[in-house]
């Protein structure tokens, strides 16, 4: 069997560099070491296919002896394709308990009081607001009957805008 | 006809695991389609083990691409057996989780994702029993992790985060470990048949054979929860709803013995590490039942007495020989019946005291006389008192034991047979202590001397990790209690149809006794 020393000397490194990392405490290192350790055992077994040859298509005129070994490329695909799908769980895994120590499980809770009581107080204001602005709308009215369609036009927007802020 | 029906049994839970998760909002849907799922790989599994046993092993190149170029499937009797017993447990659990899940509608655990993550871990279990390859036994070890690491961190609470997080690591570094194991096999001998392996393992140097078992054994001993590889299942296990946990502790650790088995009996039929086996078995015992002492919390104590048990199987193996492996492959039935009957009792006692702990629940017999039954006939089992199958699967180790050191000349291997014989009965011994003062705390102690209550038995048991507590509901849906019966109705079966089991179990164990008959079952002519 012969082995490429550059794709050995790749494999060492990242053999080493991966589980050095991945024997740090932080999730995310971790990870991080995981996908290189993985990326280090994906090289080993394409390693094991020996040498390189031609595409492993059989037809007239190609050797079988000339193609490289196909198995291991099979491998490696699944087991990037695994790789890949427990790395999207780990993320949301360290996103998951990013968020549980930043805000703990109170971070998962909308205060019902708390927002019941905001919503009630908007509520009143705007029913305030608006009681106060018809009153006035009715007094201008009153005052002066050849502007009022003008004002009546212009007033709904200035409220909307007064309850936005 | 049976070769069409072995495809079946990991399509069928995939496929239902994709109907269930189109299906999310419908829960009554999803229920229907995992129960129905699980039912029909039952009955095929009774179907394929029937043909097993009448020698008609089934065996599937799948895609018609023959081996060793193709997959094999291979269901002999022992896949058969592990099948059609996996397939019952997951049901009856589903049923359990079913009644759980109706009756804590919107509570902690967000269901829709619940029934597409067991079926799936149901394919993966499925699909290691009938790998005929070692690249799809790990695809099928991978199945079966990824929807575990899901199960386990079910809701994401912090504190089953935290606990899935150990778990989901360990096994990330053993998928590794096993996946380097099949590139250095497949770079020694260029397959990764199992039956191709089994002849070319044998021609290779002795000390190349030594490495390659050797990280086989160290992937799967992780999975397994073998002594020295054992630290991180009671620390993750306990913390996940108690129907994953039942499956769990049932399931997926025999999915490493029975690893272990076709490793030993197959692919090294002919390179023996038994005493290696003999020792970490006896360890795993010991150290196993002497750390379930000192737990307060049933959980736990449980998750202990699972990792001392798995040693009884490793021991089972390491004996080897026709009655070891029928032995072996006995107490693997019946532990993981009996194991999933205790976590799924301990559910109901969750449930109707409130909490786990030996210190916090008193008076349960009076208040439920069925729960007392309930936890009382299996913890005599495992326990291993007779007539309970417990016994019986511990008898026919120990009678196996006896025969190897009887019949060796090596005065040192004797003994160590010994050794390891004791350890077991005494293991027993302190399993039946743990478990029956836990019982006699619950259940025998009255509800008003639990104020102050003083013991030397409970001098030196220590509290879980502060965990979250649960508000005892005093109903008990009729589906958990029903699936509960159900299993120990199981246990009791095995007891008492231990004869024919046996045989059957001494039947599977003479196919493995012999390597040439697996390898003769894949290549029928003959191999190159």
Redesign the interface.
Known sequence: ?TASLTLVVLMAVLFGAGISIMLERS?TR?LIG?LL??NA?NI??F??SGAPGLAPILSDGVEPDEISDP??QV?VL??IV?NL??TA??LA?IY??WW?AQL??AGDLVDDEEELAEDAEEAADLIRSSAADDAAIQELIDASGEEADELVVQSPVADDEEVRR | MTASLVPLVVLLPLLGAAVALILGRYRRVQMGVGVAVLSVVAIIAAVLLAAADAGEPTVVAVGGWEAPFGIVLVVDRLSAIMLLISAIVLLVVLVYAVGQGVADRHRETPVSIFHPSYLILSAGVFNAFIAGDLFNLYVGFEILLAASYVLLTLGGTGERIRAGVTYIIVSLVSSLFFLSAIALVYGATGTANIAQLSVRIAELPQHVQLILHLLLLMAFGIKAAVFPLSFWLPDSYPTAPAPVTAVFAGLLTKVGVYAIIRTETVIFAEHDLSILLMVVGGLTMLIGILGALTQADIKRLLSFTLVSHIGYMIFGIAVGGELGLAATIYYVVHHITVQTTLFLTTGLIERFGGATSINRLAGLLKASPLLGILFFVPALNLGGIPPFSGFLGKTGLFLAGADEANGTDAAGTAWLVWAVIAAGAITSLITLYALTRFWNMVFWRGRGELEGYESELLGSVQEAPAGATVTATRTTPVLMVAATCTLVALTLALTIFAGPLFELAGRAAENLGDPSVYVSLVFPGGIR
């Open positions: 069997m999730l971790v995981f350790v993985g055992v080993l077994i390693l094991m198995l291991p491998f699944t087991a695994i799908g427990i769980f780990m895994l998951r308990s549980l703990g499980s």
